[in-house]
């Protein structure tokens, strides 16, 4: 089973984490399993952009981004090249480490 790495999030995992899924589940499926609660305001339909991620190791193991989740990372906060929304990121047979950006769009809206 491949093992998630979570880098420390102030909210999320204040001292980083490190899970285990099956292949075949979705990177935010797999945190929520494990009680770190990222939003996920759409109900993981690829229709917000709360649930982004940035995929530091083994971003090539993923199944690729479709046109709908480029579109809606386009507008994601503190976007990077290897940036996901975790609801449509698949989990192959590799381990990842995954960083939770510090802001979503809904904090961004409230705070700036
Ligand atoms: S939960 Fe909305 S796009 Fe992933």
Redo the contacts with the bound molecule.
């Keep these: 089973m491949p093992t998630i790495k979570i880098f420390p999030h102030p909210e999320y995992c204040p001292k980083g984490a490190e899970i285990t899924a099956p292949a075949g589940t979705s990177i935010?499926e797999a945190l929520l399993e494990n009680h770190i609660n990222i939003?996920?305001?759409?109900?993981?339909?690829?229709?917000?952009?709360?649930?982004?991620v940035i995929v530091r190791q083994g971003f090539s193991s993923l199944n690729e981004a479709e046109e709908g989740?480029e579109d809606?990372l386009d507008r994601a906060w503190g976007l990077e090249p290897q940036s996901r929304?975790?609801?449509?990121a698949i989990l192959a047979q590799q381990d990842v480490t995954i960083e939770i950006p510090k802001y979503s769009i809904n904090h961004a809206k409230e705070n700036h």
């Excluded at 759409?42 to 982004?52: F, G, K």
């Excluded at 929304?85 to 449509?88: F, G, K, P, R, V």
């Design positions: 935010c939003e996920h305001a759409c109900e993981m339909s690829c229709a917000c952009t709360t649930c982004h989740e809606l929304l975790s609801c449509q």
